[in-house]
């Protein structure tokens, strides 16, 4: 301890202190303000890029998601609009064919009563002729018949006799 | 000497840079160290008690800072190869010569009339031949002026301090460029982080470590870099000093007290959660725990880094002692070795002493809902 204290140099420590302070100070401000504010600064702008960076992950992730989705979803539609799309051809083709049987029925009824008509008219008609035909013979008949007299009274006596007088 | 420099050049063909440095600057450190430059002289004595001696007295010399600065001495010529530093003394008026006045310590200094003579590295207030007076106990009786001379270590802190500076002003112009640090700043830049990662924050916390980073920044790199220069062959011997070492811890004991907030006065004065009595009985051992902390960081820095000089010196100062090439290999390996391990104390005081001070920071700005 006393050779400690003999030792002890009062001029070696005013000059440390002082120039250990004269240091400190220029230090201070030439040296480690701009280190430390530089570092913080460049330390915060690494936390914030990589915060952004993560964040652009996760918004890629997410888009990459509905991406699939949307994808999903579009296939989806075509299937269901493919579907539709059958259907719909088949019910037309459904629809078109009854339609042709309806009309073709429709044809073919009309037709049918047409000939009936027609087949009716035609009975008429040789109704008609039928009777035209009986009376020209029976004009015949008659005007050969009535051209003998016997025979006149014979008829109109053979005729009298088939009439019942009821 | 110069036939050391050229068996020990081939062992650092390493590929790492960094070992590389590390192994130059301690062979360097080993070649050109002042020391050395005795071992024709020893070699033609042959006295090992003279050299033992002369040794004992060379560390010495070496341990206590010096008026002027002294590179070496060629002993066949006995001339001192040094340059001289300025004397700056007060004694009734300030008094400023350059050493070379008392041609290492030969002669005695006449200033203004008044007559000065170097005594084993004091200064001493002496008539026209420069007698020196002892008392009984072999203490000098001559006054002495107060000395602020600047001597080889404030010379030695002044070089420091500019290099350092400019060092780290570089650092921090380097940002007014770019945000990533750029030529030496990539070697700093790790230092200023290290400091405030693993010392300022852990011991400070997050909410005060700010305040004291210029502190503790200026307070490690200051200390790392002049126990280095503690490494070179210039034979510097800085923190090595008691009052440099008692400077600092000095700084560290008054910014620790200012900043000391309540609950740390309270844990000195009125120990909380211990009974009365205890409390009673804490408070002076807590109060001289307040005095005892930085004086155990000035007695450590300045015992550990005296040591390393010590033995450091004393194993190169063997190599002269044994005359036996196989004696001088082993020394040489194990003081290159030393070498090595101090350059690692030059950084582990620096750590130690920004640790503790950094944690005595904490203490003194601890609030109470963070212990116990």
């Known amino acids: 301890m006393e050779k400690l204290i003999s030792e002890f140099s009062v001029g070696l420590f005013f000059w440390q202190t002082l120039l250990f302070l004269a240091l400190l100070f220029l ?34 992730k997410k888009l990459q998601s509905s991406n699939s989705e949307l994808i999903q979803e579009a296939r989806d539609e075509r299937e269901q609009l493919l579907k539709e799309a059958k259907a719909m051809k088949n019910e037309i083709i459904a629809e078109a064919k009854t339609k042709a049987q309806e009309e073709a029925n429709k044809v073919l009824t009309s ?52 009439i019942n007088f009821n | 000497m110069c036939t050391l420099a050229a068996n020990f050049k081939t ?87 350059m050493s070379s006045k008392f041609h290492h310590g030969e002669e005695v200094a006449e200033v203004d009339g008044s007559f000065y003579a170097l005594h084993h590295n004091h200064i001493y207030k002496t008539d026209a031949e420069g007698t020196i007076n002892y008392d009984d106990n072999d203490h000098v009786t001559n006054a002495h002026p107060l000395d602020f001379s600047i001597t080889k270590s404030v010379f030695s802190v002044m070089i420091v301090s500019i290099i350092i500076f400019l060092l780290f002003k570089a650092l921090g ?65 800085v923190t090595g000093n008691i009052a440099v070492t008692f400077a600092l811890a000095l700084m560290t004991f008054i910014i620790t007290q200012v900043s000391g907030k309540g609950y740390y006065w309270k844990h000195i004065f009125w120990m909380p959660g211990v009974p009365v009595p205890m409390k009673i009985i804490l408070a002076p051992i807590e109060l ?49 070795f030393l070498s090595i391990i101090e350059l690692l104390v030059a950084f582990l005081q620096a750590y130690i002493f920004t640790m503790l001070t950094a944690l005595y920071f904490g203490f003194a700005v601890e609030e109470h809902d963070e212990h116990h």
């Open chain 1, 27 to 60: 230090l201070r401000k030439y040296a480690w303000k701009p280190t430390l504010m530089a570092v913080n600064r460049r330390e915060k702008g690494i936390e914030e890029a990589l915060e952004s960076a993560e964040l652009a992950r996760k918004e890629l």
């Open chain 1, 111 to 162: 037709a049918r009563e047409e000939i009936k008509i027609e087949k009716s008219k035609a009975i008429e008609e040789l109704k008609t002729q039928v009777a035209d035909f009986s009376f020209q013979i029976a004009e015949k008949l008659l005007a050969e018949k009535l051209s003998d007299k016997d025979k006149q009274s014979d008829t109109v006596k053979s005729a009298l006799n088939e």
């Open chain 2, 11 to 97: 062992p650092y063909s390493s590929r790492s840079m960094r070992l590389k440095i590390v192994f130059s600057f301690v062979l360097f450190a080993l070649i050109f160290n002042p020391f050395t430059a005795k071992s024709e002289h020893g070699q033609e004595a042959g006295d090992s008690t003279d050299i033992r001696a002369e040794i004992k007295a060379d560390i010495l010399h070496h341990l206590q800072d010096a008026h002027d600065f002294h590179l070496f001495t060629d002993e066949t010529t006995g001339t001192h190869y040094s340059f001289p530093l300025p004397i700056i003394l007060w004694d009734g008026g300030l008094k400023v010569f």
């Open chain 2, 173 to 237: 112009d380097g940002y007014k460029k770019s945000a990533v640090p750029r030529g030496v700043g990539k070697f700093l830049e790790p230092l200023v982080l290290f400091v405030r990662d693993e010392i300022a924050i852990p011991n400070i916390g997050e909410k005060h470590y700010q305040r004291y980073m210029s502190y503790l920044l200026t307070v490690f790199v200051f200390i790392w870099f002049i126990n280095l220069t503690g490494l070179t062959p210039l034979g510097i011997n």
């Open chain 2, 288 to 336: 001289l725990g307040v005095i005892i902390k930085p004086f155990a960081l000035m007695i450590r820095l300045y015992a550990n880094i005296s040591a390393g000089h010590i033995v450091l010196m004393s194993l190169i100062g063997l190599l002269f002692i044994f005359n036996n090439w196989f004696a001088r290999g082993a020394f040489l390996g194990l003081t290159l």
